[in-house]
């Protein structure tokens, strides 16, 4: 029976474990353990701090924010500076040339009427400059998109900040419900052990038989693997509070205030609105994707731009060599300097009216893109409409069981106290007794889980309205129980 009541115990934390995951789809030096009292706030600061996945989105967020600045400096001109010097033949003749993509080699003499291997140093120098002046609006959208960007990688940063905080919520309760069984357990044994002595006392001087006291050590035999079980259990929540946090494992010493305290009955509502930060975050993702469609209509618009290109020309042949082919210089230094200087600015306009046609089947195609965002966006604030409606039920019947559980507990102690002084007296039996002790630690754990119930269902409706501030305030005004 009492194996049932502890099995029981540690189900019902594990479906509590399960009840969030609708909820949720330091810089501190290593060390072993954390000897100190660890509030619920302390907790949350050094996961937010240490946790993988935010330092991650952090990271992503910096990442969209330089990538903002580099689009940003679109707007400025290109500006080319180049200079080669090469050694090699002037041979040319007439005749068409292609280059698909592929390097084409320019000569600058006039055909001449044979093969020549006359060859000589020459050097071209240049500066360009390229600058898109008008592009009616297509820099000034890729902006925008590199701004919404950037917006929505600091949405999915805080709404995983709010998810984490939500989980760390949940494993500090839970840790504390499992200490709480665990110390119940404790005191299970003590009132075996106590139960043991007088048992073992009576049965020496032949007021009960001796199977009672055979009996009573089976007992405090099952009392103490119980707890060893609960223990158990609390190791596993004290580990995965210690992942959360960015920790290394340790057994935690927490805040009393979740086992002697409780939130009051008549909170005010907390209706879901745009501010959740998973709304926020389909919010920005929207935004995004009608920003994309911008651009992808202006995929087809034309660029008007300006241009200039200053060029310096060396070569060792010279002004007369397609007819004296002796008029060259094989010297580095007569090739390389600079003989003649061009210079050529205009103003340019380029239209591709290839991709004015294929920016229509691109726009359309974001579109449906941003429609299903809506949708899901839609989707989400249903969901968190019912969570809340449900977190505000869940939190009613919690405070209703508690009441019960209160009663149920206050009932079983009283009934413990009789039975052992009856046993004690000689007017009872040892079934009597070790039936009132398995009741009232059953009643001491569903105590607990009901007191822990509560905390979780206001935590669930803080996940639900997207304010945790709500529940940590209730938490610091808890009244004592």
Do not use: C
Not at 135 to 161: A, V, Y
Not at 164 to 193: D, G, P
């Amino acid at each position: 029976m009492q194996i049932a009541s502890l099995s029981r115990g540690v189900f019902a934390l594990s479906r509590l474990g399960a009840r969030l995951v609708v909820v949720v789809t330091v810089v501190l030096s290593p060390r072993t353990a954390l000897a100190e009292r660890m509030t619920l706030r302390d907790s949350l600061e050094t996961a937010t701090r240490n946790y993988g996945e935010i330092r991650a989105k952090e990271a992503r967020r910096d990442a969209a924010r330089h990538d903002l600045s580099y689009t940003e400096k679109t707007y400025l001109p290109d500006v080319v500076l180049s200079a080669q010097q090469g050694f090699g033949t002037v041979n040319a003749m007439h005749g068409p040339l292609y280059a698909p993509g592929g390097p084409a080699n320019a000569t600058t003499s006039l055909p001449l009427a044979e093969q020549s291997w006359n060859a000589a140093f020459g050097a071209l120098y240049s500066a360009s400059v390229h600058w898109n002046v008008l592009t009616f609006g297509k820099i000034d959208r890729q902006i925008e998109l590199s701004s919404r960007t950037h917006d929505l990688r600091q949405r999915e940063l805080e709404l995983e900040r709010f998810h984490h905080q939500i989980r760390v919520t949940f494993a500090y309760l839970k840790l504390s419900t499992a200490q709480r069984i665990h110390h119940i357990q404790k005191e299970n044994v003590s009132r075996y052990e106590v139960a043991l002595e007088t048992i073992a006392s009576h049965a020496e001087s032949g007021l009960v038989p001796g199977v009672d006291a055979s009996f009573a050590r089976a007992e405090l035999a099952s009392a103490k693997s119980l707890q060893l079980k609960a223990y158990d259990t609390e190791l596993d929540a004290s580990k995965e509070l210690a992942v959360l946090l960015g920790v290394p494992f340790g057994e935690f010493e927490l805040e009393p205030t979740f086992y002697e305290s409780s939130p009051e009955k008549a909170l005010p509502h907390a209706p879901v609105d745009d501010g959740h930060p998973l709304l926020t975050m389909h919010d920005g993702k929207v935004r995004r994707s009608e920003q994309e469609e911008k651009v992808a209509s202006s995929e087809g618009l034309p660029s008007l731009f300006v241009f200039g290109v200053l060029q310096g020309r060396g070569s060792g042949f010279g002004s007369d060599y397609a007819r004296n082919q002796d008029a060259l210089s094989r010297s580095y230094f007569d090739g390389v300097g600079i003989d003649r200087g061009n210079y050529i600015v205009g103003l340019g306009l380029s239209w591709n009216l290839s991709s004015f046609l294929r920016s229509r089947s691109s726009t359309s195609a974001q579109e449906d893109r941003t429609r299903a965002l809506s949708r899901e966006r839609e989707l989400a604030a249903q969901e968190l409409v019912a969570q809340e409606r449900f977190a505000e039920r869940k939190f009613a019947l919690a405070h209703d069981n508690r009441t019960h559980a209160l009663s149920q507990r206050e009932a079983a102690t009283d009934g413990f106290r009789q039975s052992k002084a009856r046993y004690d007296n000689g007017l009872g039996t040892i079934v009597e007794l070790t039936q009132a002790i398995f009741t009232v630690s059953r009643a001491e754990v569903d105590f607990e889980l009901a007191q822990s119930a509560i905390w979780q269902a206001l935590l669930l409706r803080a996940a639900a309205s997207g304010d945790l501030n709500a529940f940590l305030q209730q938490a610091r005004g808890a009244k004592t129980r």
